[in-house]
Nanobody
Framework: QVQLVESGGGLVQPGGSLRLSCAAS????????MSWGRQAPGKQREVVAT???????NYADSVKGRFTISRDNAKKAVYLQMNSLKPEDTAVYYC?????????WGQGTQVTVSS
């Protein structure tokens, strides 16, 4: 059974940091490209960071320089370090795995950036 379980969300003040984690199981993790996406109220879901199965990363312009994605294949986990958080980063953050055409999404974790 495929599972992607996110954790680490919460309430943080503007300028603060959070580290999200995603624990994966039920599929060959090392072969899959992993991403973090987010969805704010009233907006479409967007992918903000991707790390492929070779460790190459890519970021949306809105988070470049502030967010860092990483993976640990031995632990079957992917992480998102978020620094210099802004109110517009408020969203539900989702973990995604992809090995075309197979794609899985987690249930999400809420991140709220507010003073």
């Amino acid at each position: 059974q495929v599972q992607l379980v996110e954790s680490g969300g919460g309430l943080v003040q503007p300028g603060g940091s959070l580290r999200l984690s995603c624990a994966a199981s039920g599929f060959p993790f090392a072969r899959f490209h992993m991403s973090w996406g987010r969805q704010a109220p009233g907006k479409q879901r967007e992918v903000v960071a991707t790390i492929n199965n070779g460790g190459i990363t890519n970021y949306a312009d809105s988070v470049k320089g502030r967010f860092t994605i990483s993976r640990d294949n031995a632990k079957k986990a992917v992480y998102l370090q978020m620094n210099s958080l802004k109110p517009e980063d408020t969203a539900v953050y989702y973990c995604k795995s992809l090995f075309y055409p197979v794609e899985y999404w987690g249930q999400g974790t809420q991140v709220t950036v507010s003073s």
